[in-house]
Nanobody
Framework: QVQLVESGGGSVQAGGSLTLSCVLS????????YAWFRQFPGGEREGVAR???????SYTNSVKGRFTISVDNSKNTLYLQMNGLRPEDTAKYFC?????????????????????WGQGTQVTVAS
């Protein structure tokens, strides 16, 4: 049974940093897309960062240069390092993973194309 568990959310002042972690328990697939999405109140899930597959990493424009996605395969853990946080980054953040075929890309992959999801962790940035 695959279970994704996020941690590391919280409240910070603008300009601060947080690192989100996502442990992928029972996830024993090879090539995969990994991603972080966020959801604003009343809104749809927005792709923040994706990694894996034929391409490397991709970020939504608003977080480029501030956020970094990474995977530690030895720990089966996905990370999102967030620096220079802004009030508009306030949202619930979700990690997700999807096994893929060799050669597939992860860039632009929508939420519906990810099978495994965490429960989400809240990030609140005060101005």
């Amino acid at each position: 049974q695959v279970q994704l568990v996020e941690s590391g959310g919280g409240s910070v002042q603008a300009g601060g940093s947080l690192t989100l972690s996502c442990v992928l328990s029972g996830y024993r697939y090879g090539s995969s897309c990994y991603a972080w999405f966020r959801q604003f109140p009343g809104g749809e899930r927005e792709g923040v960062a994706r990694t894996g597959g034929y391409d490397t990493t991709s970020y939504t424009n608003s977080v480029k240069g501030r956020f970094t996605i990474s995977v530690d395969n030895s720990k089966n853990t996905l990370y999102l390092q967030m620096n220079g946080l802004r009030p508009e980054d306030t949202a619930k953040y979700f990690c997700t993973a999807q096994p893929i075929m060799r050669g597939e890309v992860c860039r632009g992959r929508p939420p519906a194309e990810f099978t495994f999801w965490g429960q989400g962790t809240q990030v609140t940035v005060a101005s």
